[in-house]
């Protein structure tokens, strides 16, 4: 068997402090020269649009039970890394702007109470952290590389990136009700610690998701605004 995932553990903190040094490689790499971008992208992008594969065929070595909410790419962060590798190759301004924001407010917090139960060395434990730094690295990538900025007033982009968010949220609870499933966590809450656990019962905890998703990508609008005139 292996070992089991302890959230905010060494093995947990490494694997975020490797992921962030990654990161920051592939930033640098972008910055270093046309030749050079285009490797950091392709890797970037590479990683996003096979996510869902690597991860399935991590969790076959696992060999454990299998249910519709892993074998389907329904959670935000499927459908974010698909958005992210095609903001990449596309440069599509929606794209990226929902990519910066679902991966920079979404996916960090994915990592940092990560929904998974099996613990390093196991490849689904590498998959996951490698999925999930992909989406943030693009996100990083795209306004201090790619040079995306949200546009003006500052509450256009959060207001865009917050309604497809629930456009998405309604997809989910519209399959979590047909097939059973929790996409989007909008059925219940996760089983592993996390920050839906201090904002109340179902359905309660949905309606300040939209608070918290809001402040965050307002704040986040701030530092890559767009100066005035350009």
Known sequence: MPPPFVPFSSVHGWAVVVG???????????????????????????LCFSAFGYSQAAWLAF??????????????????????GFALLTGKRLLATLTYFWGLAATIQALATPAITIGFPHPAFV?????????????????????????????????RALLWGNAYLLIAMAVNLWLGTNFGFAAHKPVNPSLLDHLGPWPVYLIWMQVLAGLFFSLLALPVLRRPGK
């Open 20 to 46: 962030f040094a990654c990161i920051a490689i592939l930033v640098l790499l972008g910055k270093s020269g046309e030749k050079n971008e285009r490797i950091a992208r392709f890797i970037l992008a590479l």
């Open 63 to 84: 060999g454990g039970p299998r249910d519709l909410d892993s074998i389907l790419p329904l959670h935000l962060c499927d459908v974010a890394a698909i958005t992210g």
């Open 127 to 159: 998959s996951f952290f490698v999925h999930h730094f992909a989406i943030v690295g693009i996100a990083f990538y795209l306004p201090i590389v790619l040079g995306w900025r949200a546009e003006r007033p500052w509450w256009k982009d959060p207001l």
